[in-house]
């Protein structure tokens, strides 16, 4: 662990150690940052760069709040700080918001990125395993796991995905374990190899045989399970046809109670299919292998493409030494990668570039820093959010961003960090923290997930403790049971195509659900011959995600999450993804690129009716003052995070109609004509009149607003 | 039509054919706009016969998703064990028959060129959907552009302010423009009765606060632009310029269906499919180069021949009134019409009155642009099980499709990540279909 002087205080000191623990961390992060802030001194001078000025305290919130919460300061969130005279407010700022829900809501999509999380992702779609691999890493990042360990328990992974959730890693790739190699490789050691997937890489140093036998570490790992139950239901029925002659024998076997027998079976398996296996499956050589140093279709020796030495203990299984030798400190870039990858997401640009396409001749722009950083990394225990809080330290952090923009090619040498756009997720959840109030406290509902991590556990202890016996005859009653839905799903086939040759849209839509409601029941069915009448089965075959109604967000459109908190990736069309939220089917495959599409959006998009809606804390906040000055006051720090300038109020006033710098009504006093019993829902007619002029006069406002909103000062964070 | 777009378009056609006559009459080529993009590598494909100026400018792409049955349809098997009850008709091409399902096409069959030999390895629906999108397997590490992405960024817009390619009713796995640039990106429509999406100002802007809106907000910017002038940041106003423009488009009209008559409408199908495939004429008449429009519901593993011909209706009905209105307006010419799936299905019926994946033989279909009517390319064996004339690879159907547009096949354009890609892999074009 990193330096802990405290211990070395006798114990009568203990209780003050323990404040003073805290303290001293964050000296200690202090210190570490000043020694990355000498380094960086040092290239500067160098390299003769010109460190540029400070930016002030209102474009540094905006940077730290974007880059560690996700999304841009509340409008109290940016005063306070504002109005804070303390001269550690960064430092207090950094510390109040790593670890918070908005961090965690932040690292999600940056783990989401890397690893291609889906919601409805490829192995497994079924049983809604993409959601289970999505809880796990949210877990992960709350619990605050160390990214060795979690790269460890990923490439390890075994087991069904609520035992485990980890198997979501190969899952993801089911029936591609070749491409998960890659995967892993490009994700973990920053390395490409895909190319040599079929030949020898064409850029790079390693051949297709190099591939190979670092796929065959993992090449056994299956990315289904149930195996086990399988033969032992085929067991059973060989011993039971014993002693049948051949022809009797096939017969049983093609009879049509056979065939719908062996479905029902494997419908009450279903859910049991899905997970990772690690088996003794051999790797070989491709028929097609065209090189001297092996013959096609020959096994594979497993052999890792660094040199640092792959340990294995008795004990240890291929698999676990290969993750081992991953993650080792010793490994020449798993450590690098990750280092780099941090910097990156804290100055927007890596220390080596591309992140993800290390080389032999890879050379970073400060070796001397990528360095230091590595022995940090180390020392920090690949604790994520203590390197990070170190970073976000760094006094080239709170500089201004150069105004050039250094391609691949040009060496960089941070004197700041660099101009980007929001991410798509950034702008999204900046719209959310601007239409709901506590956006980083919205959430899918993780009682639902845990309830469905809870069932199946059920159901698979419950399939594996049944008699082979009465596995089958429960499939068998299954069969009966089922053949009356079946008939009525083809029946109900058979009137939707009637009903579609008439066009008749009302018994079409109703002939669909009913289809759907019976394919539910089917598989009802063999659940709950399994588990008993009262079983959940709908936690067994959901797939999308778990919302539960919340009073504090009531009368809030359920479409307005943060961006962790909905189906991931969003789908085509989506605000996130016109705004280029990665599709997630290559790692890292997020742009800050601009479209058209975009710019409607922000001319002209949907979200502005949840903006402008007056209980969306924007509107709130504007409604509270009175005066045209102090609502542009607002609108500036809302949005743009910042006061305006006088310019710039000036400019604001001369583009409102003399219609919004009317003064605003105000409550009169209730006649004296109005009789007592009526006075009260007098009064109530009046606020309410009163509250709806109010915010008329603030749709002028609106207007503004939306320039703001079309700034490009809005989406990119300076 | 714009006149400057027209003079823009002629421009890069005469440019065209200047530089493909050159290279067949003198062994050398010349591409004007080569400049920009990485030429090196595998040769620039001079053993081709380039004896042909293409006259296709446009694509309307038709896509049948779920693998579409090839004996039902375009391949009929009548009187044998595997064709079922489908029966086949005689249609006004000589010697070409059509499945039952298709009567209405049996009219335009003097325009389309059946492809009855298609084979593809690839029998799963996400691999064989992308394969056929993008002539490359699917890989877990790079995302390919599809072929309206591809003919943007190797041909480049005729109208500048609608989209280069449209893709309508496509499902969220289509690979769009892949590893391209977003300014190739395929707009994607997902109803064509809606139109484009944020294309109306809010509701209460009038168009005086919208520019003077915008005016504000450049005003406001102008220490930040001036101190940040980026390509990522101009890259904006940019976009910002073209969605005004589209904003202010006539051509926007274009996304809106109700200008045609009811009976045009009607003529299509009352249906997304047909309606889609109206949008593509209208889309395609005002220089949008490629519009995709995709009908589901072909994987019919279950009730075949009731399902399949009620997809044909669909089918049948949007495709002939295409066929019809673009002759009638002059435009089949220079607008390909392509019939794709990502593969057939099996002779054998099953158990389920259905048939099963069968990549091994598939029809796929080309119309217009250049293509000879009236003609069928390969067959398959008297059951329809493999394919006995003429075998074409994905690559080489949608090589074919580049060739009739005149797009280079040789070019190399790199990723990102600066992996080597053509357009469509290593597939030869049939030219004898031109």
Known sequence: ?718 | MNHSSKLFSDELNRRRFVSLAAKSFLGVSILPWASHTHLNGAGLGLNRPLNHAPKAKNVIYLYMSGGMTHLDTFDPKPGTETGGPTTAIKTNADGIQLAENLPLLANHAEKIAIVRGMTSTKGAHQQGNYFMHTSYAQRATIVHPSMGAWMTRLDGRFNPTLPGAVVVGGGSQHPLSGFLPTSHQPLAVGNPNEGLKNCRMLWGMTEEKFESGLNLSQKLDRKFTEKYNLDHVNAYSNMYEDAVRLMKSKDLKAFDLKEESESTRESYGEDNFGQGVLLARRLVERQVRFVEVQLGGWDTHQNNFSRVPERCAILDQALSALLNDLSKRGLLEETLVVLATEFGRTPNINVNEGRDHYPKAFSCMLAGGGIKGGQVWGATDLEGREVSEQRVEIPDFNATIAYALGLPLDEIIYSPTRRPFTLTDKGQPLTQLI
Request: aromatic residues 10%.
């Open chain 1, 1 to 718: 662990m990193g330096m802990k002087p405290y211990f070395f205080l006798p114990i009568f000191l203990l209780p003050l150690a323990i404040t003073f623990s805290d303290q001293l961390s964050s000296k200690a992060i202090r210190a570490e940052a000043v020694a990355i802030d000498q380094i960086l001194k040092d290239a500067h001078k160098q390299h003769k760069v010109k460190v540029p000025e400070k930016i002030d305290d209102a474009l540094l919130a905006r940077r730290l709040y974007l880059k560690i919460a996700g999304r841009i300061p509340t409008h109290e969130e940016i005063t306070s700080y504002l109005a804070n005279r303390s001269e550690s407010k960064k430092a207090q700022l950094v510390n109040e918001l790593i670890g918070s829900s908005a961090y965690s809501s932040q690292m999600f999509n940056w783990w989401a990125d890397l690893l291609r999380l889906k919601t409805r992702m490829r192995g497994g779609n079924q049983i809604g395993a993409g959601q289970l691999y999505v809880h796990w890493v949210k877990e992960q990042i709350d619990k605050n796991v160390p990214f060795d360990q979690m790269a460890f328990e990923l490439i390890t992974a075994e087991g069904y995905p609520w035992e485990n959730g980890a198997v979501g890693y190969y899952l993801r790739d089911a029936g591609m374990p070749l491409d998960n190699m890659s995967n892993t490789t490009q994700v973990f050691l920053g390395t490409q190899m895909v190319c040599a997937q079929c030949h020898n890489h064409p850029f790079d140093r390693w051949t297709q045989m190099d591939y190979y036998q670092m796929a065959s570490y993992t090449y056994g790992i299956n990315s289904s399970r149930g195996g086990d139950l399988q033969s032992k239901i085929k067991k059973y029925f060989e011993k039971k046809h014993q002693g049948l002659s051949y022809k009797d024998k096939k017969k049983k076997l093609q009879s049509k109670e056979s065939a719908a027998l062996r479905r029902s079976i494997q419908e009450m398996l279903r859910p049991l299919r899905y997970g990772a296996t690690h088996t003794g499956r051999k790797l070989t050589l491709p028929h097609d292998y065209q090189y001297d140093d092996g013959k096609p279709k020959s096994a594979v020796t497993a052999s890792p493409i660094f040199d640092n030495e792959l340990k294995t203990t008795s004990g240890d299984s291929k698999v676990h030494a290969y993750g081992k030798w991953m993650i080792d400190p010793e490994n020449p870039r798993f450590t690098k990668v990750i280092a780099n990858r941090m910097w990156t997401k804290v100055f927007g640009r890596g220390l080596v570039e591309p992140v993800d396409d290390w080389r032999d001749n890879t050379k970073a722009s400060i070796p001397a820093l990528l360095e230091h950083l590595e022995k940090l990394m180390v020392q920090v225990d690949y604790d994520l959010s203590e390197f990070q809080r170190i970073l976000f330290q760094v006094t080239a952090f709170e500089n201004s961003s150069p105004s050039f923009a250094p391609n691949v090619e040009t060496p960089y040498y941070f004197e700041a960090p660099l101009l980007e756009r929001m991410s798509a997720e950034q702008i999204w959840d900046s719209f959310v923290s601007l239409s709901i109030p506590d956006s980083d406290e919205r959430k899918q509902h993780s009682e639902a997930i845990n309830q469905r991590l809870d069932r199946f556990q059920e159901y698979q202890d419950t399939m594996y403790s049944l008699e082979e016996e009465k596995l089958v005859k429960l499939a068998r009653k299954g069969s009966k049971a089922s053949k009356e839905i079946n008939n009525q799903m083809e029946d109900l086939q058979k009137q939707l195509r009637e009903a579609q040759a008439a066009d008749d849209r009302e018994a079409i839509s109703r002939l669909r659900r009913q289809y759907g409601q019976a394919r539910n029941q089917q598989r009802t069915v063999f659940a709950k011959l399994v588990m008993g009448p009262d079983f959940e089965v709908r936690s067994l075959y959901g797939t999308g995600n778990s919302y539960k109604k919340n009073d504090r967000w009531k009368g809030f459109s359920s479409q307005i999450y943060r961006a962790s908190e909905l189906q991931t990736p969003a789908n085509p069309g989506h605000f996130l993804q016109e705004f280029g939220q990665s599709d997630r089917e290559v790692a890292d495959n997020s742009n800050r690129d601009a479209s058209v599409p975009q710019a409607l959006t922000l001319l002209n998009g949907t979200f502005y009716g949840a903006l402008f809606n007056k209980h969306s804390p924007l509107m709130k906040k504007l409604t509270q003052v009175k005066k045209p000055e102090a609502k542009i006051d607002v609108l500036f720090l809302s949005i743009l995070n910042r006061k305006p300038t006088n310019e710039e109020i000036k400019a604001c006033m001369d583009e409102l109609s003399p219609n919004a710098l009317l003064p605003i009504p105000v409550a009169q006093k209730i006649p004296n004509r109005i009789p007592k019993d009526k006075r009260k829902a007098y009064q109530k007619n009046i606020e309410k009149s009163l509250a709806n002029a109010q915010f008329n006069q603030n749709r002028e406002y609106f207007a503004l607003a939306w320039s703001l909103f079309n700034t490009r000062q809005f989406s990119f964070i300076q």
